[in-house]
């Protein structure tokens, strides 16, 4: 069955820098879509970021733009998160996706993907 497993998770000062994995397996990670979304307590969740299938495309939040970058190693069937200039509003569980479809004006929006990792805990403290 699929399985996404993110990992990477910390806590961290604000200004510093993480990276997030997850590992993909139960299907052929290198056809789909991936993506970053975060839930903050008390608040919906949002798309951080996706890359197409290929790597070849992709899309960022504002929130995160200019500071983050989304990447994927088809070989290891693994997605990448970088976040540069972590401040307290990144405080977050961040989970990955798969499997998105629909037109892409709604690629960070949540209720397009399909397959959701369990999700890893993002603490920026100030």
């Known amino acids: 069955q699929v399985q996404l497993a993110e990992s990477g998770g910390a806590s961290v000062q604000a200004g510093g820098s993480l990276r997030l994995s997850c590992a993909a397996s139960?299907?052929?990670?290198?056809?789909?879509?991936s993506g970053w979304f975060r839930q903050a307590p008390g608040k919906e969740r949002e798309g951080v970021a996706a890359v197409s299938a290929g790597g070849e495309k992709t899309y960022y939040a504002d929130s995160v733009k200019g500071r983050s970058t989304i990447s994927r190693d088809n070989a290891k069937n693994t997605l990448y998160l970088q976040i540069d200039s972590l401040n307290p509003e990144d405080t977050a569980m961040y989970y990955c996706?798969?499997?998105?479809?629909?037109?892409?004006?709604?690629?960070?929006?949540?209720?397009?993907?399909?397959?959701w990792g369990q999700g890893a805990q993002v603490t920026v403290s100030s």
């Open positions: 996706a798969a499997s998105f479809s629909g037109s892409m004006k709604w690629v960070l929006h949540p209720f397009r993907w399909a397959w």
């Open positions: 139960g299907y052929t990670f290198s056809n789909y879509y």
